[in-house]
């Protein structure tokens, strides 16, 4: 059987950098924010989960003469896992019809579609895990109410709960804050929030001007100045044929978690999303069984999953 036109096409040097480019700009920030990425070499792999009958705790690297060596790596008792094959197809119709210069510029919007529901679908995974291995209210807290100082109060303050996971992660990994829409929204609202920036007008006297917090203002606000993200996924929770149902993903949550950048796995983070080394998200095309159309798909293998719930907390701000 012949290579398909649009196999021809889309293993050109030009198509092959445009589809590794707009899958590199299609993942979503929140996502990688929340469950970083963390390459394995193989489907399946071993992976360190941290509990509380076992804590991650700094290896001790002093070598003595004649002594054993501390030695790193995985065991029988470390967690197994296998990446999970997803995929999306766009068939591309007529393509016998279309010049050259038209498939091309066809198969780069299919690609460019393809790689940003691909990466949509992941956050939501990746979001939709965080939640739900967490148990909201662990805090009693609420940012809507102004009686609160949701920056410095001792039970249910940021700069609390900043703390408390940096001890959690045993200093493996930095603290890091994602908020849900109507979060922050309260959270920036919040009388106390809003007394600590000072804005002085022209002139002096009495008069001060006004401002509103924004997310990139939340870290610098905390003593320990961690990273911030604020969520703005949104889903729809309707069945089918019925009136949409529209909300936040993570709308009235606050998560704060211990996570690195580019973890490994053996390292504390709340989360990670395992992925194949090499890059995860691969387009291809294939001619559907009729030989009558011709389709261009995404394939992607990954797994988000927990590995030290302890390095996390979520606040949920619905009044109590």
Same mark, same amino acid.
């Given at each position: ?63 003595? %003469?004649?002594? +054993? ?8 008792? *470390? /967690? &197994? $896992?296998? !990446?999970?094959?997803?995929? #999306? ?50 805090? %009693?807290?609420? +940012? ?8 410095? *109060? /001792? &039970? $249910?303050? !940021?700069?609390?709960?900043? #703390? ?157």
């Amino acid at each position: 059987m012949l290579e398909s036109r649009i196999a021809q096409l889309a293993t050109s040097p030009l198509l092959t950098q445009f589809a590794i480019t707009a899958s590199q700009k299609a993942i979503r920030p929140v996502g990688n924010f929340i469950a970083p990425l963390c390459e394995v070499p193989d489907i399946n792999f071993r992976y360190k989960v941290y509990t509380d009958t076992n804590r991650f705790r700094i290896p001790s690297t002093r070598r003595n %003469p004649g002594s +054993p060596v501390t030695r790193l790596g995985f065991s029988a008792d *470390d /967690a &197994t $896992g296998t !990446l999970e094959p997803n995929a #999306l197809d766009f068939p591309i119709p007529n393509v016998q019809g279309l010049s050259e210069e038209a498939l091309s510029y066809s198969i780069m919007e299919a690609q460019s579609i393809l790689a940003d529901a691909s990466a949509l679908a992941l956050e939501n995974e990746q979001i939709g895990t965080a939640v739900n291995a967490l148990t909201a209210d662990a805090v %009693p807290f609420n +940012p809507g109410d102004d009686t609160l100082d949701p920056i410095g *109060d /001792a &039970t $249910g303050g !940021l700069d609390t709960l900043c #703390l408390n996971i940096i001890k959690a992660a045993k200093n493996g990994a930095p603290v890091k804050i994602l908020f849900g829409a109507t979060a922050f929204k309260k959270w920036r609202n919040n009388k106390q929030v809003r007394s600590r920036f000072v804005v002085s007008n022209r002139g002096g006297g009495a008069n001060v001007g006004q401002v509103s917090p924004t997310i990139a203002d939340v870290g610098m606000l905390l003593m320990t100045n961690p990273e911030v993200q604020l969520s703005m996924m949104v889903v729809d929770t309707s069945a089918p044929g019925t009136a949409e149902s529209i909300s936040f993903l993570l709308d009235e949550k606050i998560i704060i978690f211990a996570a690195n950048g580019a973890p490994n796995r053996m390292d504390p983070s709340f989360m990670k999303t395992f992925a194949p080394m090499g890059g995860f998200f691969k387009p291809g095309s294939y001619v559907t069984e009729d030989q009558r159309d011709e389709v261009l798909k995404m394939d992607w293998t990954t797994l988000p999953k927990i590995t030290n719930s302890a390095a996390a907390i979520m606040i949920n701000t619905t009044a109590h």
